[in-house]
C-alpha cells in the first residue's frame, strides 16, 4: 500500500549538521508526515511532524535545530537537522499517514536510519 524510501543518516561531530528525506509512493492520500527517533534503551520520541496544510510541531529539546519541510507534490518530507548534540543519537523513523479521507488515516513506518553524533 505504502512505499517508504529513507536516507539521509549518518555520522557526524557534536555541532554538526545532517538532513533526512522520506519519500513515499502509494496510490493513498498522505497526510502527516514525520519522524520518531529510538534510542538504545530509551522510548520511541515523536521528533517532528508536518500536515498538509504544512502546520509544523516539534519535539521540546530539538526547536530551533531541526526543521521539517515536505514537498507534497513529489510526497517528500525533510528533517534538517543542525547543531546536533550527543543525545540526538538514536534510529530516526520516518512515518507517513495515509488513506482514502483525513477521518480514517493509518500510519506507515520505514525501516529507520541511524544518526550518530560523536567526535
Known amino acids: 500500500q505504502v512505499e517508504l524510501v529513507e536516507s539521509g543518516g549518518g555520522l557526524v561531530q557534536p555541532g554538526g549538521s545532517l538532513r533526512l528525506s522520506c519519500a513515499a509512493s502509494?496510490?493513498?492520500?498522505?497526510?502527516?508526515m514525520g519522524w520518531y527517533r529510538q534510542a538504545p534503551g530509551k522510548q520511541r520520541d515523536l521528533v517532528a511532524t508536518?500536515?498538509?496544510?504544512?502546520?509544523?510541531n516539534y519535539l521540546d529539546s530539538v526547536k530551533g535545530r531541526f526543521t521539517i519541510s515536505r514537498d507534497s507534490a513529489k510526497n517528500t518530507a525533510y528533517l534538517q537537522m543542525n547543531k546536533l548534540k550527543p543525545e540526538d543519537t538514536a534510529v530516526y523513523y520516518c512515518?507517513?499517514?495515509?488513506?482514502?479521507?483525513?477521518?480514517?488515516?493509518?500510519?506507515?513506518w520505514g525501516q529507520g536510519t541511524q544518526v550518530t553524533v560523536s567526535s
Open positions: 508536518i500536515t498538509r496544510t504544512i502546520s509544523t
Open positions: 502509494t496510490t493513498f492520500a498522505i497526510y502527516d
Open positions: 512515518y507517513v499517514g495515509f488513506g482514502t479521507n483525513p477521518t480514517f488515516v493509518k500510519n506507515y
